[in-house]
């Protein structure tokens, strides 16, 4: 047990935390360590493995509150672009994907926390463009959160209702990024060991995540999720640079 095992398992713990109480976030906080302990490829094997695991664990619970209508397209346009990223993965330089990893979340839960919301219509062609974009960084980074988050949390949608569509949008992409990512031989066995060890304490915090947001309200639901995300990109960004 490596003292980088014993640290990702922490920032495993907290971020299953963030998973079951937000619905969302977890890939956010885990990717900028992860990256720092075991390199940008693995890290989002090993991301993707625990979230594919755990989103099949809060499906049942969520199913009846997600808008597929809303999720479906985004989803999809996801799945088209993911190839892109795929070899995008491979083909940058690692101190830029650290870079674009913290700037990414550290812009997005900025303008998320000063309570900007969008009122607008949401025609197909913007649900396709923020799915496009996130399945790009998706297989780049293990980051598609970001575009999905500010497109979804920006609506006056209720907290349940943002928790079971994040849960849904997870369900397409996941399934679809782990056979991109294995047909191009990016999952090896020490991608698969690392996400073993590291899912049993992913899946038990986001168990206690899910039963706290039972007790939450909308506003304590925003402002957690948000500032740990700030605080996880701004650390990000500040070792990277």
Known sequence: MSTELLTALAIASAAGLM?????????MLM?????HLFGPVQTVGIIILIEAAVTVQLLPSVHRDIRWPTILPIGA????????GSWLLVSLDVAALQVGVAMVVTVSAALLLTGWRYDGPRPLWAGLGVGGLSGVLMAVTSLGNPPVMLYLLSSRDDAKTNRANFTGYFALTLAALIVVMTARGLIGQEVLVTAAVLLPVF???VWIGAKLFSKANEQL???????????????ALVRAL
């Open 31 to 35: 990717a900028p360590f992860f990256v």
């Open 77 to 84: 346009a996801a799945m088209v672009v993911m190839p892109v």
């Open 19 to 27: 998973r079951g109480f937000a619905g969302v976030g977890s890939g």
């Open 203 to 205: 899946m038990l915090a």
């Open 221 to 235: 639901y925003r402002r957690v999720a948000l500032l740990i995300l700030l605080a996880a990109g701004l650390y």
